[in-house]
Every structure is written in C-alpha cells, then in structure tokens.
C-alpha cells in the first residue's frame, strides 16, 4: 500500500502548489509562537546567573542581533518570496549551489535538533504529573505534533494561535502582577559585564524563530508584503515582552533566586500569588515548548520541501498529499531525524549549543547575501521592502548583522564552535553525495 500510494502521490504532485491560507495575522502569529516559547521559560534563569539585575540588558543586545539579521530576511523575502528561504537566498547571491546546499543543510540540522531538544523539554514538564519516562513522552510529543503537521498548514497554523495566546498572555499577567514589585532592585547590578554578553549570547536561542517565517512564503497570502511586516511585528513584540519578564522577575524574587531554579517563571507566580498559580504557569509552559516543536515541524518541513524542488536526487523529498497538499515524505522525514535525537537526550544541551552556532553561520550567510544582492544581477530587482540606513547601496544594518553573529560565535565556547564548524564542513560533503 506504501509504494502504490506513493506512487499515485507522486503522479499528481507535478501540478500542485502549496496553498495559500496564511494572512499578516497567521504569520505574526507563527513568529511570535515560536520566539515566545520554550527559551524564554528555560533560559531566563540560566541568563539571570550570568548577567545578574543587568539581564534586561542581555535581551536587549540579543534583540538587536535579531532586528538586523531579522532586516534582512525581510528584505530577501520580498525580493525572493520562496518556501525554501535560505537556500535561494544564498544561491542567487554567492552563484554557489553547494554553499547554498550547506546553508540549507544548516537551517534543517538547527530544526531537528531544536525540535529534539524542546520535544524533551516538554517531556520534562509533563513527566512530573504523568510518572512516564521523558523518551516516551518526547517521542510521543513529535510524533503528535508531526501528525498535525500532516494534516495541513492551516489546521497547524490555528493550533499554533491557540497555543500563542496561552503563553504570551501568561507572560503578560507575570508582568502586570509584577508591576508593583518595579524598582525594588538596582539593574545596573551585574556580577559581571562579560557575563552580560555571555547571558545574550546564550538568550539569542529565545529570539531563533523570526526566520522560519519566509518559509512559510509560498503558504502566505500577499507574501512580498505580509511576510516582512510578520517579521518586523514578531521581534518586536517579543522585545517588549521580554525585557518587561526580565525586568520583573529579578525585581519579584530576585537574580540569586530566578538563577538557581528549573522552572523559573512558575517560581515567579508562585511568589507572586500562590503555588496553584505556579502550576498554571507549568502548564502554559507545555503549550508553549509544544507551540515551538510544532512550528520547528513545519518550517523544517517546507525547507525539506524547498530542497527536494531543487535536487533530483532528493525529489522525493518534493512530493505532496494529493488532497492536503502537505509535503508528505518531507514531514515523515522530519519526524524521524528529531526522533533520533531525542535519543541522544542526555547531551541535548551540547547539541543545542552546537544548534546556536550553526544558526549563526546561516545567519552570517543570510546578512551577507543581501550586501552581494545589491551589486549583481538582482541590483534592479523590485524589492517591496528595503533595509534601511544605507550608503549609496551599501546596506550598512545587514553588515552590522553579520559583525554581530562574529561576536556571538566568539562569546561561545571553543570546542562547541569547533564542532559546529566541522558539521557545516560535513554538509559539503553531504552535497557532494546528492548533487547528482
């Protein structure tokens, strides 16, 4: 039955395009879904230990990495509004396909790993109530997750608003019940100034997500318009939220406390109301790692997609369901590789290091696309969204964006950065094996 339907799939998929259900809403949506989630709930105490009452600080730097680098994808996705993002980026601005591949490659390993890394994350959330071994709940949580993947764009994109309100407006109600507990501290206080740039570096993996949106393009209504205003929106509305956490959870209960805590924010609640506000507050948290797992799917997903458009040899990879016109192959492939990682669940905190230096290669690559894009073929080309601040056409923001992912590859260890170059070495020889 596999192979034959298979078959019948792949007959029709020759004619089919994704459809196009997303509007500004769905999209903003979608970007702040996956901002707001699991970093913001794991990492701010981690972050506080580091950077102490200066915290509000690390978040603001990260969010200026993010704006730049988020500037540019804004740019990119309304001159190239494609569901295989980075890839085209890359390949029309350096003509290098493999360099393009690898970039590919990048984003894709970030995803899984990402989605493996949460995936356990909600498992550690949940196993406190149900008693089950984390591997079987984070499987489980892929596997679900995937399903609804499956089901279509639109089925997914409406999970993930719910599941957005949830977890932004309880972020919010930490912060209006905080709002009497302002001043009590003095943020300029840090145990370390370096430790402020380490806590942004590591608070940069809480803004990852503003670039999954250009892959979700080709789904997007209006996509040269609503896809760089979604981005714009999302990092700045998750900005403001998280500055105003950070802000209030060190003023509630303070650095010392918010640092040496697994669930920091629900200890926040706790403090500011009582324990059944924490639990709440543990709870949102499931929809919120669950929202991150769904939209790391989907995007990872479509990029897969995007590939298997473009390579012979991973065409498979570009067959779509006949009614849902979902990715099918690409979606199952997903699920597998994040599934893999969970297995390796005990080193997920080295792997999703290693996540955050990979990213900042792509992002690295992404920033300086756009300066190449400027001054080749596509110098003319009709851009409906223009970074701004430039010199003649010199874009000086997406120079500035690529100095930053330098700096925030510096802040991180040496042996991870190691690694993490080795793997983005490695996808060469990955695209020597399919470019056929």
């Known amino acids: ?52 009452n200066m915290v ?20 990119l996705s309304s001159l190239f509004p494609k569901s295989d993002g980075e890839y085209s980026y890359v390949h029309k601005a350096f003509s290098w396909r493999a360099l393009a591949f690898v970039t590919g490659y990048l984003v894709i390993l970030s995803g899984v790993v990402g989605a493996a890394a949460v995936s356990m994350g909600f498992a550690g959330y949940l196993s406190q109530y ?24 639109e089925q997914s994109s409406r999970v993930n608003i719910v599941c957005t309100v949830l977890e932004v407006g309880a972020l919010i109600l930490v912060i209006i019940f905080a709002l009497r ?3 009590s501290v003095d943020y300029f206080s840090t145990p370390s100034l370096t430790g402020v740039f380490s806590a942004a570096s590591l608070i940069f993996f809480a803004y990852t997500g503003f670039e999954s949106i250009v892959k979700l393009s080709e789904e997007t209504k209006n996509a040269r318009r609503n896809i760089p205003l979604a981005l714009i929106l ?43 506000a924490g639990v709440l507050l543990s709870i949102v948290a499931l929809f919120s790692t669950g929202n991150t797992i769904l939209i790391l799917l989907v995007t990872t997903s479509r990029m897969l997609y995007g590939l298997g458009k473009d390579l012979r040899s991973l065409k498979f990879l570009s067959v779509l369901h006949k009614s849902r016109r979902t990715p099918v192959n690409a979606i199952l492939l997903t699920a597998i590789i994040s599934m893999a990682f969970v297995f390796f669940g005990k080193k997920i905190d080295f792997i999703a290091n290693i996540s955050n230096v990979v990213l900042f290669i792509t992002f690295f690559l992404v920033n300086i696309s756009v300066i190449l894009l400027r001054y080749n073929r596509y110098s003319r080309a009709k851009r409906r969204f223009t970074v701004p601040l430039n010199i003649g056409m010199f874009p000086v923001l997406p120079a500035l964006g690529a100095l930053f992912c330098v700096f925030m590859i510096i802040n991180i260890d040496f042996l991870t950065t190691v690694i993490g170059f080795f793997l983005t070495i490695a996808g060469f020889g990955f695209y020597w094996l399919v470019k056929k």
Do not use: C, D
């Open 130 to 153: 149900l008693g089950i071994p984390l591997l079987y709940l984070a499987v489980g949580a892929i596997i679900i997750f995937s399903i609804i993947n499956y089901m279509g764009i």
């Open 1 to 52: 039955m596999k192979h034959t339907s298979k078959h019948h799939r792949s007959h029709h998929s020759k004619n089919l395009t994704l459809k196009r259900n997303l509007g500004l809403f769905q999209a903003t949506s979608a970007g702040v879904g996956i901002i707001v989630g699991a970093g913001i709930y794991a990492l701010i105490g981690v972050a506080a230990g580091l950077a102490g």
């Open 234 to 276: 999302s990092i700045a509305i998750t900005t403001v939220i998280y500055m105003l956490v950070g802000i209030t959870a060190i003023s509630v209960i303070g650095w010392e406390t918010l640092a040496s805590s697994s669930a920091p924010l629900a200890l926040v609640a706790t403090a500011l109301l009582n324990s059944f």
């Open 56 to 75: 509000w600080l690390s978040f603001l730097i990260a969010s200026v990495v993010a704006a730049f680098t988020g500037l540019s994808y804004a740019e």
């Open 181 to 183: 507990y302002i001043g």
